[in-house]
């Protein structure tokens, strides 16, 4: 099996800052891609930021400029450092991993964090 634990999130004002962590573990032959969704109330999940493992990183338009993803391969783990949030960045924060283990490649989900912007 394989975990991924997001930690960060919580209440923060317009302007503000936050980063989230997310660290996979277990049965993990391959880490390919890592990244970032996010679903606000009544919407649709939606990809905000991905890295792949050679370090390239593709961004959401509504995000671009304001967050930064990055990862630390030998720690299997990504962050997500997000700058001048807005209230629409208000939302559930997925971590997802396209991973190669004893199941084969599949993705797998974090339970998921809340961010919440504050007007």
């Known amino acids: 099996q394989v975990q991924l634990v997001e930690s960060g999130g919580g209440l923060v004002q317009a302007g503000g800052s936050q980063r989230l962590s997310c660290a996979a573990s277990?049965?993990?032959?391959?880490?390919?891609?890592m990244g970032w969704y996010r679903q606000g109330p009544g919407e649709q999940r939606e990809s905000v930021a991905r890295?792949?493992?050679?370090?390239?990183?593709n961004y959401a338009d509504s995000v671009k400029g304001r967050f930064t993803i990055s990862s630390d391969n030998a720690k299997n783990t990504v962050y997500l450092q997000m700058n001048s949030l807005k209230p629409d960045d208000t939302a559930f924060y997925y971590c997802?991993?396209?991973?190669?283990?004893?199941?084969?490649?599949?993705?797998?989900w974090g339970r998921g964090t809340q961010v919440t912007v504050s007007s």
């Open positions: 997802n991993a396209y991973v190669r283990s004893v199941d084969g490649w599949r993705d797998y």
């Open positions: 277990g049965s993990i032959f391959t880490l390919s891609t």
């Open positions: 890295i792949t493992r050679d370090g390239t990183t």
